[in-house]
């Protein structure tokens, strides 16, 4: 498509709204033959629209009274009966209490091929923009679901794709249809109908009770009890939590927006927030990947010039992917992402620029189009997506590697009991049983030789244990404690001969690595680095400030990542909170060492890095898999483990390094 330019969008712009009923965006519903009204559409492309679609009917919402949106998608379902339907949560969840704070309905838009059984489809549930000030994934949203409807009638060999890149696939929309059931719905009728013209014109982040729905779900780990009401306090995050529950989606997403963006990214994907395995890492980011290349492609093919639209900042990309804590500098509980995530979806959460309460109280059709054709790519991917995620064929070489076995477990039935505040009334907790150990048990089920758990006993004794050998023949051995464990098998451990033991499969060629607070306990002992020198801090998130990515040990690690652990699953607040482990940089040089990554804006302390001994090296990661905490509210459980993807990547190549 040839390039649009902002002066020419705005004069057809003026030129096409003069023609528009002032009520709506127009939304052609009425008949088929009535759809040249709207470009041969019953949902018209931006540039033929006045106003972001209306969600109200002209009475205000009030009982019986449709609005466009209504009225729109369900002459989607009549139009196209094969392919779409229409329903809302009350009807689905037989309950009719699942509406919004102010009793509006809330729809959910399926999109299948309803002539084909359902056995085997892949599901794939989309949040449309949650807060109702953001409107990018709603206007988008709908607009793909008329497009898949339509290629499937009319134009069945069209070609949809998960992305552009060398793994990426193609698939005729028809036969994606059969294999995928897509529901599309928007959870926050309340905030989005704030804003319809009749209604004032102001849309609200929150739902009519004023409260933000993307806090609002049950999700693992440390949970806000200040300040906001309860999770799943509001009808809305209840119907659609309860939903998404009976749906198990293959695949996910949370569309957002945002009025800046630290990537320079106009859809900026964020990771959520999990306990993810080894294997689950490797599809979160084909997922991202596939969807960056997806925007890409979606841009160049629409026409959209980030340069031509107000407020594009120079050299914009049309997207990028990070963590969350990475995009928008701040982790929190209750993300609807999150919660989408720990039900096994391959997740993403995605915000898009300047779809905010400021400007999107105006309409600027350049600017949504620009955010149309985005979330037309996402959605896009994501049904492709769901067709080839669990085939992944995941697999690490990290040669012979041991971690040295710690049997501690946080649980609700230790001594601690529960742990933490009590759970609120009516809220029963969810039992744990956590440890980061089952990090090394998972990586064992995609490494290409399983890893050796070794007893703290048996690191400096010859292997008596059944289960468990000693050092002999690993070319790397990792270890996550503070100090010596306790051993398995309840034998005493002798410190002496264990540090003994250790230095001489390091100076022997053996690679060790350390992570969180065995930096503190292992490295001042084996090394002349002295105890002063190793600190700990705290943070908003698990993170290590990149400074080198042309290093071995960030080999495939993206270039805009620094969180390596999520804290929120572990049971840390998203405030000064995640626990690092550093040591000064002068210390680690003087010894010989290499400097990798800092904490925070301390660039003075080494969070990664390594550094010889004798014939081996030791490797260390001050944030990456510390253990969960109990001292906070965390009733709905707590994770093993919060490893990102560019954290264990990291883990990965350090482990590497030994072969």
Same mark, same amino acid.
């Given at each position: 498509?040839?390039?649009?330019?902002?002066?020419?969008?705005?004069?057809?712009?003026?030129?096409?709204?003069?023609?528009?009923?002032?009520?709506?965006?127009?939304?052609?519903?009425?008949?088929?033959?009535?759809?040249?009204?709207?470009?041969?559409?019953?949902?018209?492309?931006?540039?033929?629209?006045?106003?972001?679609?209306?969600?109200?009917?002209?009475?205000?919402?009030?009982?019986?009274?449709?609005?466009?949106?209504?009225?729109?998608?369900?002459?989607?379902?009549?139009?196209?009966?094969?392919?779409?339907?229409?329903?809302?949560?009350?009807?689905?969840?037989?309950?009719?209490?699942?509406?919004?704070?102010?009793?509006?309905?809330?729809?959910?838009?399926?999109?299948?091929?309803?002539?084909?059984?359902?056995?085997?489809?892949?599901?794939?549930?989309?949040?449309?923009?949650?807060?109702?000030?953001?409107?990018?994934?709603?206007?988008?949203?709908?607009?793909?679901?008329?497009?898949?409807?339509?290629?499937?009638?009319?134009?069945?060999?069209?070609?949809?794709?998960?992305?552009?890149?060398?793994?990426?696939?193609?698939?005729?929309?028809?036969?994606?249809?059969?294999?995928?059931?897509?529901?599309?719905?928007?959870?926050?009728?309340?905030?989005?109908?704030?804003?319809?013209?009749?209604?004032?014109?102001?849309?609200?982040?929150?739902? +009519?009770?004023?409260?933000?729905?993307?806090?609002?779900?049950?999700?693992?780990?440390?949970?806000?009890?200040?300040?906001?009401?309860?999770?799943?306090?509001?009808?809305?995050?209840?119907?659609?939590?309860?939903?998404?529950?009976?749906?198990?989606?293959?695949?996910?997403?949370?569309?957002?927006?945002?009025?800046?963006?630290?990537?320079?990214?106009?859809?900026?994907?964020?990771?959520?927030?999990?306990?993810?395995?080894?294997?689950?890492?490797?599809?979160?980011?084909?997922?991202?990947?596939?969807?960056?290349?997806?925007?890409?492609?979606?841009?160049?093919?629409?026409?959209?010039?980030? +340069?031509?639209?107000?407020g594009a900042v120079a050299g914009m990309r049309p997207a990028d992917y990070a963590t969350a804590y990475d995009v928008v500098n701040y982790d929190d509980s209750?993300?609807?992402?999150?919660?989408?995530?720990?039900?096994?979806?391959?997740?993403?959460?995605?915000?898009?620029?300047?779809?905010?309460?400021?400007?999107?109280?105006?309409?600027?059709?350049?600017?949504?189009?620009?955010?149309?054709?985005?979330?037309?790519?996402?959605?896009?991917?994501?049904?492709?997506?769901?067709?080839?995620?669990?085939?992944?064929?995941?697999?690490?070489?990290?040669?012979?590697? +041991?971690?040295?076995?710690?049997?501690?477990?946080?649980?609700?039935?230790?001594?601690?009991?529960?742990?933490?505040?009590?759970?609120?009334?009516?809220?029963?907790?969810?039992?744990?049983?956590?440890?980061?150990?089952?990090?090394?048990?998972?990586?064992?089920?995609?490494?290409?030789?399983?890893?050796?758990?070794?007893?703290?006993?048996?690191?400096?004794?010859?292997?008596?244990?059944?289960?468990?050998?000693?050092?002999?023949?690993?070319?790397?051995?990792?270890?996550?404690?503070?100090?010596?464990?306790?051993?398995?098998?309840?034998?005493?451990?002798?410190?002496?001969?264990?540090?003994?033991?250790?230095?001489?499969?390091?100076?022997?060629?053996?690679?060790?690595?350390?992570?969180?607070?065995?930096?503190?306990?292992?490295?001042?002992?084996?090394?002349?680095?002295?105890?002063?020198?190793?600190?700990?801090?705290?943070?908003?998130?698990?993170?290590?400030?990149?400074?080198?990515?042309?290093?071995?040990?960030?080999?495939?690690?993206?270039?805009?990542?620094?969180?390596?652990?999520?804290?929120?699953?572990?049971?840390?607040?998203?405030?000064?909170?995640?626990?690092?482990?550093?040591?000064?940089?002068?210390?680690?040089?003087?010894?010989?060492?290499?400097?990798?990554?800092?904490?925070?804006?301390?660039?003075?302390?080494?969070?990664?890095?390594?550094?010889?001994?004798?014939? +081996?090296?030791?490797?260390?990661?001050?944030?990456?898999?510390?253990?969960?905490?109990?001292?906070?509210?965390?009733?709905?459980?707590?994770?093993?483990?919060?490893?990102?993807?560019?954290?264990?990547?990291?883990?990965?190549?350090?482990?590497?390094?030994?072969?």
């Open positions: 498509m040839k390039r649009t330019t902002l002066s020419v969008l705005l004069t057809a712009g003026i030129v096409a709204g003069a023609a528009l009923p002032a009520f709506g965006a127009p939304v052609c519903w009425v008949a088929p033959e009535a759809e040249a009204a709207c470009g041969f559409r019953i949902f018209a492309e931006p540039a033929l629209s006045a106003t972001f679609i209306q969600h109200d009917g002209p009475a205000g919402g009030a009982a019986g009274v449709a609005g466009e949106y209504e009225l729109g998608i369900k002459a989607l379902a009549q139009r196209f009966p094969n392919f779409v339907k229409v329903n809302t949560l009350a009807t689905l969840l037989n309950d009719p209490t699942a509406v919004s704070a102010d009793g509006r309905d809330i729809w959910v838009i399926e999109v299948t091929d309803f002539r084909v059984a359902e056995e085997g489809k892949a599901p794939v549930t989309v949040s449309l923009s949650v807060h109702g000030a953001e409107r990018a994934g709603l206007e988008g949203g709908v607009r793909y679901a008329e497009d898949l409807a339509r290629w499937a009638t009319s134009e069945p060999g069209h070609l949809v794709r998960n992305g552009t890149d060398a793994d990426s696939v193609a698939i005729p929309a028809s036969e994606l249809l059969r294999k995928v059931h897509l529901y599309l719905s928007n959870p926050n009728p309340d905030g989005w109908a704030a804003g319809d013209l009749q209604n004032g014109g102001l849309f609200t982040r929150g739902n +009519g009770n004023g409260t933000d729905l993307n806090r609002q779900f049950p999700t693992m780990g440390w949970v806000q009890t200040s300040g906001r009401p309860l999770p799943q306090s509001e009808p809305e995050a209840k119907a659609w939590a309860k939903f998404v529950q009976g749906v198990q989606p293959v695949v996910a997403a949370d569309l957002h927006g945002e009025l800046t963006s630290v990537n320079n990214a106009f859809a900026d994907m964020m990771y959520p927030a999990g306990q993810w395995d080894p294997a689950m890492q490797v599809k979160e980011e084909a997922l991202a990947r596939h969807m960056k290349s997806n925007v890409y492609r979606y841009f160049e093919e629409q026409g959209v010039v980030l +340069g031509d639209i107000a209750g993300f609807m992402g999150d919660f989408f995530t720990q039900t096994g979806a391959v997740e993403m959460d995605v915000e898009h620029f300047l779809s905010h309460q400021v400007p999107n109280s105006t309409w600027l059709f350049p600017l949504e189009q620009a955010h149309v054709a985005a979330v037309r790519a996402e959605i896009e991917t994501l049904a492709v997506e769901a067709l080839v995620t669990h085939d992944l064929e995941v697999s690490f070489d990290v040669g012979e590697t +041991g971690y040295l076995f710690d049997p501690a477990v946080v649980t609700d039935t230790d001594a601690n009991g529960y742990g933490g505040p009590p759970p609120p009334a009516g809220v029963v907790p969810q039992s744990y049983s956590a440890t980061p150990m089952r990090y090394f048990e998972d990586l064992s089920e995609v490494a290409s030789t399983p890893l050796r758990p070794v007893l703290a006993a048996d690191v400096a004794g010859d292997g008596d244990a059944d289960a468990f050998a000693d050092l002999e023949g690993l070319d790397s051995f990792v270890i996550v404690s503070g100090g010596l464990p306790a051993d398995g098998a309840g034998r005493p451990v002798d410190e002496a001969a264990t540090i003994g033991a250790l230095r001489d499969f390091v100076t022997g060629g053996g690679n060790l690595v350390l992570t969180d607070e065995a930096v503190r306990f292992f490295l001042p002992k084996l090394t002349a680095i002295p105890e002063s020198a190793v600190t700990k801090g705290l943070s908003n998130a698990g993170h290590v400030n990149i400074d080198d990515f042309a290093d071995p040990y960030l080999e495939g690690v993206y270039e805009t990542a620094s969180q390596t652990y999520y804290e929120v699953p572990l049971g840390y607040s998203a405030t000064n909170n995640a626990p690092h482990w550093t040591v000064t940089r002068s210390s680690l040089e003087s010894a010989g060492g290499t400097h990798l990554g800092h904490f925070g804006s301390a660039t003075t302390r080494t969070s990664l890095g390594r550094l010889p001994l004798g014939d +081996g090296t030791i490797g260390i990661i001050g944030a990456l898999l510390p253990p969960a905490q109990e001292s906070l509210h965390h009733f709905y459980g707590l994770a093993d483990y919060g490893v990102t993807v560019a954290g264990g990547q990291i883990l990965n190549n350090m482990l590497a390094a030994g072969v």
